[in-house]
């Protein structure tokens, strides 16, 4: 035994003697990622600090036929703001990203209004998409109606609730999308919005409810993650690529045989795989497979949700938030996707310490919505088609009298109207 601790005590000797002489190399090796990590997000942030934004409160008409399929071609359009990948420079040096566009809809005890919040650069963009597929609706900038608090929240009069919202399942599972709302019920398109609506309508006048989109266009990641479940649902093998050793083989082989005939050299696209087994899938497997291949057939965005409830001290009361999670919880569905609270957004303390834990988050959860915080850990990949299903103006058929509509048109001044000399 005393031998034992004795190899053991001149081992770690040993060991404190190469960590003395080698320190100064191990250590900047190790903290190289962490520092790494900070200067980016350093200078990312001193980046997007300079960016200067306009905040659009969208008036819609009293009488709107168009929804869904326009507000998709909106999203398809201002997937054109995808910037090329930043080199070396851009992303060290200057912290260049690809910026974000927040769709917002606010509650309170007036109605249900529409906002856009966009950088500068984005402004003529978003206004002519907009007025290309709904020409009577009118885009009025505004000051950043969150200005309404002069103080942060939570304090002594007000507390707050929020989260953000991330996927079930796997980014290329879809949520239901609006043709699954086109159902004909009683001669009525069914709108998602509606269950929405009709908890704004109940709102008190101090209560507030503020939903906010952030979408920037996505990578090709998605596509290829989806094209690998379906193959794995349909039991289709992936061809494997070919390796170093493969062309090191096919040029021996070759050249052994040069003397006989030509060389014959293979196409660089790896080992075929098989074709799958489609035509044995139930309709359910079949349905699922037709879904994510939907999906990511069309343009794709990283998206954050976030939600967040607001109301006095004194009359504070979770029935909103719930009838407000039910609304997000009506584009799940389990064979497909849907959304749930990202655990760590949820501003909810736990112990110890949980009556400050869930100050410090609604603090933090309030300062993320004031300055449309991308999260990109609970990041969610929506298509065109499950944003305009999301977010997209009522229609006609939206009874809750609360979305503050255009009472009348603007038109044109007749082109005979007498002009004074």
Same mark, same amino acid.
Request: proline letters at 6%; charged letters at 25%.
């Given at each position: 035994?005393?031998?034992?601790?004795?190899?053991?005590?001149?081992?770690?000797?040993?060991?404190?003697?190469?960590?003395? $002489?080698?320190?100064?190399?191990?250590?900047?090796?190790?903290?190289?990622? @962490?520092?790494?990590?900070?200067?980016?997000?350093?200078?990312?942030?001193?980046?997007?600090?300079?960016?200067?934004?306009?905040?659009?409160?969208?008036?819609?008409?009293?009488?709107?036929?168009?929804?869904?399929?326009?507000?998709?071609?909106?999203?398809?359009?201002?997937?054109?703001?995808?910037?090329?990948?930043?080199?070396?420079?851009?992303?060290?040096?200057?912290?260049? &990203?690809?910026?974000?566009?927040?769709?917002?809809?606010?509650?309170?005890?007036?109605?249900?209004?529409?906002?856009?919040?966009?950088?500068?650069?984005?402004?003529?963009?978003?206004?002519?998409?907009?007025? @290309?597929?709904?020409?009577?609706?009118?885009? &009025?900038?505004?000051?950043?109606?969150?200005?309404?608090?002069?103080?942060?929240?939570?304090?002594?009069?007000?507390?707050?609730?929020?989260?953000?919202?991330?996927? %079930?399942?796997?980014?290329?599972?879809?949520?239901?999308?609006?043709?699954?709302?086109?159902?004909?019920?009683?001669?009525?398109?069914?709108?998602?919005?509606?269950?929405? /609506?009709?908890?704004?309508?109940?709102?008190?006048?101090?209560?507030?409810? $503020?939903?906010?989109?952030?979408?920037?266009?996505?990578?090709?990641?998605?596509?290829?993650?989806?094209?690998?479940?379906?193959?794995?649902?349909?039991?289709?093998?992936?061809?494997?690529?070919?390796?170093?050793?493969?062309?090191?083989?096919?040029?021996?082989?070759?050249?052994?045989?040069? +003397?006989?005939?030509?060389?014959?050299?293979?196409?660089?696209?790896?080992?075929?795989?098989?074709?799958?087994?489609?035509?044995?899938?139930?309709?359910?497997?079949?349905?699922?497979?037709? @879904?994510?291949?939907?999906?990511?057939?069309?343009?794709?965005?990283?998206?954050?949700?976030?939600?967040?409830?607001?109301?006095?001290?004194? @009359?504070?009361?979770?029935?909103?938030?719930?009838?407000? /999670?039910?609304?997000?919880?009506?584009?799940?569905?389990?064979?497909?996707?849907?959304?749930?609270?990202?655990?760590?957004?949820?501003?909810?303390?736990?112990? +110890?310490?949980?009556?400050?834990?869930?100050? $410090?988050?609604?603090?933090? /959860?309030?300062?993320?919505?004031?300055?449309?915080?991308?999260?990109?850990?609970?990041? %969610?990949?929506?298509?065109?088609?499950?944003?305009? &299903?999301?977010?997209?103006?009522?229609?006609?058929?939206?009874?809750?009298?609360? %979305?503050?509509?255009?009472?009348?048109?603007?038109?044109?001044?007749?082109?005979?109207?007498?002009?004074?000399?």
């Amino acid at each position: 035994m005393a031998e034992a601790l004795a190899i053991l005590q001149a081992v770690l000797i040993a060991i404190g003697h190469f960590l003395g $002489w080698v320190w100064w190399i191990v250590l900047p090796i190790i903290f190289f990622k @962490a520092d790494y990590r900070l200067w980016l997000d350093y200078v990312k942030k001193k980046f997007l600090s300079k960016v200067e934004y306009v905040i659009f409160e969208i008036k819609i008409p009293k009488y709107i036929e168009k929804s869904f399929k326009s507000m998709e071609d909106v999203f398809s359009a201002l997937h054109s703001i995808q910037i090329s990948k930043p080199n070396f420079k851009e992303r060290v040096l200057e912290g260049k &990203t690809q910026l974000w566009i927040s769709f917002e809809i606010i509650g309170n005890g007036g109605g249900a209004g529409f906002y856009i919040r966009t950088p500068k650069d984005y402004r003529h963009l978003v206004e002519s998409q907009m007025y @290309a597929q709904y020409p009577d609706l009118e885009l &009025t900038e505004i000051d950043d109606y969150t200005q309404v608090f002069s103080s942060m929240l939570p304090n002594k009069f007000w507390d707050l609730w929020g989260l953000d919202f991330t996927f %079930v399942k796997e980014a290329p599972y879809p949520i239901l999308t609006y043709p699954f709302f086109e159902a004909q019920k009683e001669e009525k398109t069914i709108d998602p919005l509606s269950s929405l /609506m009709e908890t704004i309508s109940k709102l008190e006048l101090d209560e507030k409810i $503020w939903i906010q989109l952030l979408i920037k266009p996505a990578d090709d990641s998605c596509k290829k993650e989806g094209e690998k479940i379906v193959n794995k649902l349909i039991g289709k093998k992936e061809g494997k690529p070919r390796s170093y050793w493969d062309y090191i083989l096919e040029f021996i082989y070759n050249l052994i045989k040069a +003397p006989i005939q030509p060389p014959e050299w293979s196409e660089d696209k790896g080992t075929e795989g098989s074709p799958g087994l489609m035509q044995h899938l139930t309709p359910g497997e079949r349905e699922v497979v037709q @879904a994510i291949q939907n999906k990511i057939s069309k343009l794709l965005f990283d998206a954050t949700i976030r939600f967040v409830y607001i109301d006095r001290q004194n @009359a504070f009361t979770r029935l909103n938030i719930t009838s407000t /999670m039910g609304f997000f919880r009506q584009f799940n569905t389990l064979n497909l996707n849907g959304f749930k609270p990202h655990k760590p957004s949820v501003t909810k303390g736990t112990w +110890p310490f949980k009556k400050q834990k869930e100050f $410090w988050k609604k603090t933090v /959860m309030y300062k993320n919505y004031l300055k449309r915080k991308f999260n990109s850990d609970c990041k %969610v990949i929506l298509n065109t088609e499950e944003l305009a &299903t999301i977010y997209h103006f009522p229609v006609t058929v939206v009874e809750a009298p609360v %979305v503050r509509r255009i009472e009348a048109k603007k038109g044109e001044p007749p082109i005979n109207l007498p002009i004074a000399q």
